[in-house]
């Protein structure tokens, strides 16, 4: 016994000198969480903010998006259109992946063609591509079938794979779940990236380290990341109010105030580019669920004009919201190329009798009926807008059926059929943000064109909204190289559906996360999360 | 009794394909996948050809069908949210749940029937009042509650324990354990007492029940007249008398467990297959659910059949042949 305890304090006595006189390379771990897994490290798997930016930590772009979302030289030192259908990226000499093997042209190229290939779902970013080709050791061209002034923009999101190692382990293209095959690339990666993967276990924890051969001069200082996904929302607060996790990155509103008392975590809130609106179904000649028959209250702008006027998104953020909401009037955000500053203001509101004597002259004295859809897991506080927003029509006399679902039965629901059809709604909620692209055009040409199966524009223009002078507009815009030209259509093309009171936007929700008081990170304004500029103090 | 067996074993792969059938049936009602498996940009008609190629256009039994035709070869699918093989992603997360389960059950036992022993020998003592009325937190808390308090306490206020997650753990083959390191078994203590807790209480009512009711038994008395110890009595006699019963509900508790891990896991962010579970089921992941479901309906199916046998074994008047009939346990 007496031994035993002796023997013990030697050994503790000479761990602390050993701790003493160890070298002052201190271990910087990372730990933390988000609700829910990074679904796949393979890059292209999925076109979501989530794993895109958890991905570009491992897969370096050409081009990658700075603190403020401008591009930045990454892989490509030199990019530009050489002519309107002709694109160049020069890329940067001496990288090495993290097999140590060098990235060439060739690995460009492969790896755009496997990003716009079978199973990726990176495909929305190749439309207007005819072909990628190397030229010379350095350089590679793409020549488009049409002038796109965006390419380098949505091409910001796609990391680089070495080829070698696709082709090695048979993961070419990336997983295809309409066949039942699984995918090396799913659980592996090999990029060029600051970090490296160390260890992947699906749905248990994901660990990183850096890579001491990265092209670029760290600024982070971690020497090692673990990513956990915890999937309760109290558990990720206790967790890092207990310091077992360092940050965690989607805070859930209803913590936010005791996260901010805590003395040793902090909270970081900024506007996201996603922009909540509401839709009117303008295409139907008769609404659904109401009580009007044989005309489309929702056709008239008087009518749209009406309620827009009446929702308070300004109660809305200080009751739904609890201050954490940016309202706009606009369908895109701050951040976004193409938002219009001057145009971002909401007419004043309407008083209750301003907004039943509008629509008396438009021919509803009495108010009408309608229904509304509405989510209740994918915005934040989505279903208590839409309540908020049927108490406010009330008070006008428009009365509001609203059902409220999870998000897999309610996009199912609302969004268009396949043949661009409508889908089954007459008034509704949706967010967007032009997350490829971060240009306004991505939105007009999804939410605000006339849906048309051929030119395939309009998607996601779930109430059918149609000016074709905005068309032909958001057409140009499209393949406009001359910015102030393409500027000027911009501004004429937002001014046309702020007038015609087309959407009611409400607002940009806050992207709010939480850290250790000791951690320092730079929160971007699209919700990604770039390790690299994490410091542990 | 093989005619027993091969009947028990008939209508257990009928039940399976009732509960895969009721399954799929309901799977629509979890609404569309699509939506979250492509990106924010795919066109309709993208996401219609995919719906399409996936067999979500397909009437539920033709669905069904093909699945089980799939599941009868081995394999299961790929998951639609992470593109990995179900089988291994629910053969990865099994051992995290089944050592839960197993800590869980454990602490029922060893904690819950000492409790009920006492209770029942001393059913007017005011430790047994206090251990009473303790145990009817374990009866009326939600387990969600139960484990978030264990977590304020024990991880935030005290830093005694890890909040969430498995701690370290060691890999032995495919199977990753928690019990050969330190913070693996720190790890496993909270959701071990968040799911424990219900079964606990169980069973200290079930034993202090029993244990009342053989306290007054005629033998107990003769046992008293022999002279015999209270430690020979109560233990020797009285508790042994009771474990039948505690037995059998144990048995059919761990299948509960197994399955109602659901909460636990997801309140400690637990890697096992109950977290899985809710993580497809947020995402309309079919392939996952569906293996889920067959594979507890397999549990359940099992643990009853082997209950069935071990009743056929001890009890003779049920090998008459007229078992069918006579039911009711």
Redesign the interface.
Same mark, same amino acid.
């Given at each position: 016994m007496h031994f035993n305890l002796r023997h013990s304090l030697a050994m503790t006595a000479l761990a602390c000198a050993t701790l003493s006189v160890a070298p002052a390379v201190e271990a910087k771990t990372f730990k933390w969480?988000n609700s829910?897994?990074v679904?796949?490290m393979?890059p292209y798997?999925?076109?979501?903010t989530f794993l895109l930016t958890f991905n570009s930590n491992i897969y370096d772009p050409l081009i990658r998006r700075d603190k403020d979302l401008k591009l930045e030289p990454a892989l490509a030192t030199k990019w530009g259109q050489s002519d309107p259908t002709t694109w160049f990226f020069d890329i940067r000499p001496n990288v090495k992946f993290h097999d140590g093997t060098p990235l060439t042209a060739d690995d460009i190229v492969f790896s755009l063609n496997r990003a716009n290939g079978p199973g990726s779902?990176?495909?929305?970013n190749f439309v207007s591509v005819k072909e990628i080709k190397k030229v010379g050791d350095n350089r590679v061209e793409v020549t488009t079938k049409y002038p796109d002034p965006l390419l380098a923009d949505k091409w910001a999101a796609i990391g680089m794979m070495s080829k070698a190692w696709a082709e090695k382990n048979n993961a070419v293209n990336s997983?295809d779940?309409?066949k039942?095959?699984?995918?090396f690339a799913?659980?592996n990666a090999m990029g060029t990236g600051p970090f490296m993967l160390k260890e992947r %276990? =699906? *749905?248990?924890?994901t660990v990183l380290v850096p890579n001491p051969n990265w092209w670029d001069k760290p600024v982070h200082n971690l020497t090692e990341v673990i990513f956990?996904?915890?999937?309760?929302p109290?558990?990720r607060v206790?967790?890092l %109010? =207990? *310091?077992?996790i360092d940050m965690t990155y989607e805070v859930p509103p209803a913590d936010t105030e005791s996260l901010k008392k805590e003395a040793n975590v902090k909270v970081l809130e900024g506007p996201e580019t996603r922009v909540v609106f509401l839709g009117f179904d303008q295409e139907r000649p008769e609404l659904l669920e109401s009580n009007v028959k044989g005309k489309n209250p929702f056709k008239d702008k008087k009518v749209r004009e009406a309620i827009h006027r009446s929702v308070d998104v300004d109660a809305i953020k200080r009751t739904v919201m609890r201050g954490q909401s940016f309202p706009t009037n606009l369908m895109v955000a701050p951040g976004i190329n193409g938002y219009t500053k001057d145009l971002d203001k909401r007419p004043a509101l309407l008083k209750p009798e301003e907004a039943k004597k509008m629509l008396a002259d438009a021919g509803y004295p009495n108010g009408f009926e309608v229904g509304m859809d509405c989510p209740n897991?994918r915005y934040v506080n989505d279903e208590k807008i839409c309540q908020a927003v049927v108490a406010m029509l009330a008070r006008i006399g428009v009365k509001v059926n609203l059902r409220a679902q999870?998000?897999?039965?309610?996009?199912?629901k609302i969004?268009?059929?396949?043949?661009?059809s409508p889908g089954e709604t007459s008034f509704y909620m949706l967010g967007?943000?032009p997350?490829?692209t971060y240009d306004v055009h991505?939105v007009f040409e999804?939410l605000i064109q006339t849906p048309n199966k051929t030119t395939?524009k309009g998607?996601f223009n779930a109430g059918g909204y149609s000016n074709p002078a905005l068309d032909k507009l958001a057409d140009a815009m499209e393949q406009e190289t001359d910015k102030a030209k393409r500027d000027a259509m911009i501004k004429d093309a937002t001014k046309l559906y702020v007038d015609d009171f087309a959407y009611i936007p409400l607002h940009q929700q806050a992207v709010v996360w939480a850290a250790r008081k000791n951690i320092d990170l730079v929160q971007l304004a699209d919700n990604s999360f770039p390790l690299r500029f994490v410091n542990v103090k | 009794m093989l005619a027993f067996i091969l009947r028990r074993i008939l209508q257990s792969i009928a039940v399976l394909l009732a509960v895969g059938l009721v399954a799929f049936s309901l799977f629509r009602y979890v609404g569309d996948p699509i939506n979250a498996m492509v990106g924010q940009d795919t066109t309709m008609e993208q996401r219609e050809e995919l719906r399409q190629k996936l067999g979500l256009n397909d009437p539920a039994p033709i669905q069904f069908a093909k699945f089980i035709a799939n599941a009868a070869r081995g394999n299961f699918g790929l998951s639609y949210r992470t593109s990995e093989p179900v089988g291994r992603m629910i053969l990865e997360r099994m051992p995290a749940t089944l050592e839960l389960s197993f800590c869980a059950a454990l602490f029922a036992l060893f904690v819950g029937v000492p409790m009920g022993v006492y209770t029942g020998l001393y059913p007017r003592h005011w430790t047994s009042r206090l251990l009473q009325a303790i145990s009817l937190i374990g009866i009326s808390l939600p387990t969600f509650l139960i484990g978030i308090l264990l977590i304020l306490i024990f991880a935030v206020s005290l830093h005694w324990l890890p909040s969430f997650g498995r701690g370290q753990t060691v890999q032995i083959g495919w199977w990753t354990t928690n019990f050969l390191t330190v913070k693996g078994l720190q790890a496993l203590i909270l959701p071990s007492i968040t799911l424990g807790l219900f079964q606990l209480t169980l069973l200290m009512r079930l034993v202090r029940s029993e244990m009342l009711e053989v306290m007054r038994a005629d033998y107990i008395k003769f046992a008293r007249a022999r002279g015999l110890t209270n430690r020979a009595i109560n233990f020797g006699h009285a508790l042994k008398n009771t474990l039948v019963p505690v037995i059998t509900v144990t048995g059919l508790q761990l299948g509960a467990l197994i399955a109602f891990a659901i909460v636990t896991e997801t309140v400690f962010a637990w890697p096992g297959v109950g977290q899985l579970f809710i993580q497809s089921v947020q995402f309309s992941d079919i392939p996952v659910m569906a293996a889920y479901l067959l594979l507890i309906g397999l549990l359940f199916v099992l643990i009853n059949l082997t209950v069935d046998l071990l009743y056929f074994a001890v009890d003779p008047r049920l090998r008459g042949g007229g078992l069918a009939r006579a039911g009711g346990h």
């Open positions: 969480a829910g897994d679904s796949s393979d798997a999925r076109q979501e779902n990176m495909g929305s997983a779940m309409t039942n095959e699984e995918n799913t659980r %276990k =699906a *749905g248990e924890r956990t996904p915890v999937a309760n109290a558990t206790a967790a %109010k =207990a *310091g077992d897991d999870t998000r897999n039965l309610y996009f199912a969004l268009r059929k396949a043949d661009l967007w943000s997350a490829q991505n999804a395939k998607q | -």
